[in-house]
């Protein structure tokens, strides 16, 4: 199975869009063929940006709905421990998150929408990283 970290925007597009290749993502995590990699810094992000207001407007989302997400996502996550920081690597601290859950999760890949934000660092820890769109077409091979 194809373990991946999804960055936080590709969880909020996943929901925002269920017509987009990021909610085809996550639909990917039912049918079992994507493993999602979070350590627990990564989780407590999705969950802060899910329940922001605007987000649970934009998705039609309650925050009971919201947390109902959450928990079949970290029922099918793999979590990881982040024994290792290398900050700071990245402009915004919030994707040196995602980052380390990726390099100390030895994920198969980094998925995200903001590619340039993680291109040094993916060249720097050998790091796979790819759009949602990239990621689907190679699951649905």
Do not use: C
Not at 76 to 85: M, P, Q, S
Not at 103 to 132: C, I, K, Q, S, Y
């Amino acid at each position: 199975m194809f373990r991946a970290v999804l960055d936080t925007s590709v969880i909020v597009s996943s929901l925002r869009s269920r017509r987009g290749a990021s909610n085809r993502l996550v639909e990917s995590i039912a049918l079992e063929r994507l493993r999602p990699v979070v350590s627990t810094a990564l989780f407590l992000e999705y969950e802060e940006v899910l329940q922001r207001p605007e987000n649970r407007l934009a998705t039609g989302m309650s925050e009971a709905d919201v947390e109902g997400f959450l928990a079949a996502f970290a029922s099918a996550a793999e979590g990881i421990d982040v024994n290792f920081r290398w900050r700071p690597q990245l402009k915004d601290p919030k994707d040196e998150l995602v980052l380390e859950a990726a390099v100390n999760g030895r994920a198969d890949a980094l998925v995200t929408h903001n590619l340039r934000d993680f291109e040094a660092a993916a060249r720097l820890f050998r790091l796979r990283v790819m759009l949602p769109r990239e990621l689907l077409k190679e699951l649905e091979r």
